[in-house]
C-alpha cells in the first residue's frame, strides 16, 4: 500500500475489492519475477502466495464475513451468512506460469443475502500484468462493437466443439486467450463480443468477472438463458453465457437446438 492510498478499512466495499485484488496482483508479479520458479512450482507459488495474502486482508478489514475461495477449505457457514466474499486468487495458472504472458487475472467478489434474495453486489478483476483492474465500483462503458462479425472468446488449449459449431452458424471469429476472467473481460473491454462456456467452471471462476460484466450493461446467465446463482452448496458453476445484450438470444437459442456436447 503507498502512502497516497487511503486506510483500507475506510474504503466502501467496491473501492475495498479492488484494492485487495491489486495487493494480491502485485504479490503475484513479484512472484513471477523474483522466485526463480518455473512451471508447476511456479502455479503453485503464485496460488499460495496471492491466497494467504487476500485469506489476512479480509480477515483483516472484513472480519465479521465469511469467505470462499478456490484455494481454501469451503466453510459451509456461509451458506447462513449475510455477506460472502469470492475470490480466485489466481485466475489462470497456466498462463501466469508461461511468462510473459498477461492473461491471467485475480477476483474478488462480493454475495450478499439481502440483495433481491442473494446476489452479487460487488466485484473487481485485477489483470496484473496489463496493470489494470476492472470494478463495480467505476463500471466500464462498453464501446459500441468495433467489429462487423462477433467475436466469441474461447480456450486457447481446448475450445469447445459446440462453441465452433456457434461461431460457424452466426458467422463468428474465435479468439483465443487464458482464463476465464480475461475472457469476460475482452468483452467488456471490447476484444470479444461473446464468451460462451460449458466445459465446468466453478462460483469462484466467474463471480467477480459476472459482477463487473453486468455494471457494465452485459448479458450474463447460464446457457440456457437462466440465472447465475451464487452462494450455493454446491460450488460447482458449470456454464455460462456472457455477451452483448443483442447476442444473447441468438446464443440461447442455438444452445436450445443444439445443446453443449
Not at 511456479?42 to 484455494?71: F, I, N, T, Y
Not at 482464463?179 to 465446468?200: E, I, P, T
Request: hydrophobic letters at 45%; proline letters at 7%.
Amino acid at each position: 500500500m503507498t502512502d497516497a492510498t487511503p486506510d483500507p478499512g475506510t474504503l466502501d466495499d467496491h473501492a475495498f475489492a479492488a484494492w485487495a485484488a491489486e495487493q494480491a496482483g502485485e504479490v503475484l508479479l513479484r512472484v513471477r519475477a523474483d522466485s526463480g520458479l518455473e512451471g508447476k512450482a511456479l502455479k503453485d507459488a503464485g496460488d499460495a502466495a496471492a491466497q494467504e495474502l487476500l485469506a489476512r486482508l479480509l480477515a483483516h478489514h472484513r472480519p465479521d464475513d465469511a469467505v470462499l475461495s478456490e484455494e481454501a477449505t469451503d466453510d459451509k457457514a456461509r451458506l447462513r451468512a449475510a455477506r460472502v466474499w469470492i475470490i480466485d486468487p489466481l485466475d489462470g495458472t497456466r498462463e501466469f506460469s508461461e511468462p510473459p504472458r498477461d492473461d491471467w487475472a485475480v477476483h474478488v467478489a462480493l454475495w450478499e443475502a439481502s440483495a433481491v434474495g442473494g446476489e452479487l453486489t460487488v466485484g473487481a478483476v485485477a489483470q496484473p500484468a496489463l496493470g489494470e483492474t476492472f470494478s463495480t465500483g467505476a463500471p466500464s462503458a462498453v464501446p459500441p462493437r468495433t467489429s462487423t462479425r462477433p467475436r466469441i472468446a474461447v480456450s486457447r488449449t481446448r475450445p469447445p466443439a459446440f462453441v465452433e459449431a456457434l461461431a460457424a452458424e452466426i458467422d463468428a471469429e474465435l479468439v483465443p486467450m487464458g482464463s476465464a476472467g480475461v475472457k469476460v473481460m475482452s468483452v467488456v473491454r471490447d476484444l470479444a463480443d461473446a464468451y460462451v462456456h460449458a466445459g465446468g467452471q466453478y462460483q469462484w471462476d466467474n463471480a467477480a468477472p459476472v459482477a463487473v460484466a453486468r455494471a457494465a450493461g452485459l448479458h450474463c446467465s447460464r446457457v440456457d438463458g437462466s440465472p447465475l446463482v451464487y452462494n450455493e452448496d454446491d460450488t460447482s458453476l458449470p456454464d455460462l453465457i456472457v455477451c452483448r445484450p443483442e447476442l444473447a438470444e441468438q446464443i440461447i437459442e442455438f444452445v436450445r437446438r443444439h445443446g453443449t456436447e
